[in-house]
């Protein structure tokens, strides 16, 4: 029985690579599949991972219709037993209606993969749909870091390492960011709420120097006069 499964999880969670994979578990297996996304790192078209896996996708722009895709290909005979949908956190409320609607009247399994919430931890339309929707939510077991270590549950998007909670929802950018560019961080809750970056905790963290302690080096060592 087909099925709509949402695999959610922060950034640096590995979502692109698994969406990769399961492309290529199905399609060894004899299973036709079509690849889709929209607004990858990378590129139009393209769904990327930062393991450094690559592949050509369908790009979704708001005038997509899944229903449509699906129909046009099987009326020039293709199967399309699957799709698989990168970013689906960029996508609409009715596309993700499209697909679970593929899903019932066509038989076809979807494996959506996104992020839930943006950076002011508010859900996504597309990802709210998806939770509301889908027969199942599979929350991706690979676990991105906070900066502390602690398991990272929360996007921030930063300036120059500097976090920012306002703006436009839908802003491309990297966890490899620039200096000055717009980037995005993976925090825990406790930081996310306290708006504490990698580079705010360097700046809030006094140097030994700062205390008036010796170089680690130097520590432990009597003065030569003594």
């Given at each position: 029985?087909?099925?709509?499964v949402?695999?959610?999880?922060?950034?640096?969670?590995?979502?692109?690579?698994?969406?990769?994979?399961?492309?290529?578990?199905?399609?060894?297996?004899?299973?036709d599949?079509?690849?889709?996304?929209?607004?990858?790192?990378?590129?139009?078209?393209?769904?990327?991972?930062?393991?450094?896996?690559?592949?050509?996708a369908?790009?979704?722009?708001?005038?997509?219709?899944?229903?449509?895709?699906?129909?046009?290909?099987?009326?020039?005979?293709?199967?399309?037993?699957?799709?698989?949908?990168?970013?689906?956190?960029?996508?609409?409320?009715?596309?993700?209606?499209?697909?679970?609607?593929?899903?019932?009247?066509?038989?076809?399994?979807?494996?959506?993969?996104?992020?839930?919430?943006?950076?002011?931890?508010?859900?996504?339309?597309?990802?709210?749909?998806?939770v509301?929707?889908?027969?199942?939510?599979?929350?991706?077991?690979?676990?991105?870091?906070?900066w502390?270590?602690?398991?990272?549950?929360?996007?921030?998007?930063?300036?120059?390492?500097?976090?920012?909670?306002?703006?436009?929802?839908?802003?491309?950018?990297?966890v490899?960011?620039?200096?000055?560019?717009?980037?995005?961080?993976?925090?825990?809750?406790?930081?996310?709420?306290?708006?504490?970056?990698?580079?705010?905790?360097?700046?809030?963290?006094?140097?030994?120097?700062?205390?008036?302690?010796?170089?680690?080096?130097?520590?432990?060592r009597?003065?030569?006069?003594?």
């Amino acid at each position: 029985m087909a099925e709509l499964v949402f695999f959610s999880g922060t950034m640096d969670c590995g979502k692109s690579t698994l969406a990769l994979q399961m492309h290529h578990n199905h399609a060894a297996r004899g299973r036709d599949g079509v690849l889709f996304t929209r607004h990858d790192r990378a590129g139009t078209a393209t769904i990327s991972s930062r393991l450094g896996l690559t592949q050509r996708a369908h790009e979704v722009g708001d005038d997509t219709d899944f229903w449509s895709e699906v129909i046009t290909r099987r009326t020039h005979g293709r199967a399309v037993d699957y799709l698989v949908g990168d970013e689906a956190q960029f996508y609409t409320a009715d596309q993700v209606e499209q697909l679970a609607r593929v899903v019932d009247e066509l038989a076809v399994d979807v494996y959506a993969f996104g992020i839930s919430t943006d950076f002011r931890a508010r859900l996504f339309p597309g990802s709210a749909r998806l939770v509301e929707l889908a027969d199942r939510v599979e929350v991706l077991q690979v676990k991105a870091l906070c900066w502390c270590g602690a398991r990272a549950t929360h996007n921030a998007r930063t300036v120059g390492g500097t976090m920012v909670v306002e703006g436009a929802q839908v802003v491309v950018g990297d966890v490899a960011a620039g200096a000055d560019e717009v980037g995005y961080e993976v925090l825990c809750r406790r930081h996310h709420m306290r708006r504490m970056t990698a580079a705010a905790a360097r700046a809030a963290s006094p140097s030994p120097q700062t205390l008036g302690l010796a170089p680690a080096q130097d520590q432990g060592r009597l003065p030569l006069d003594a």
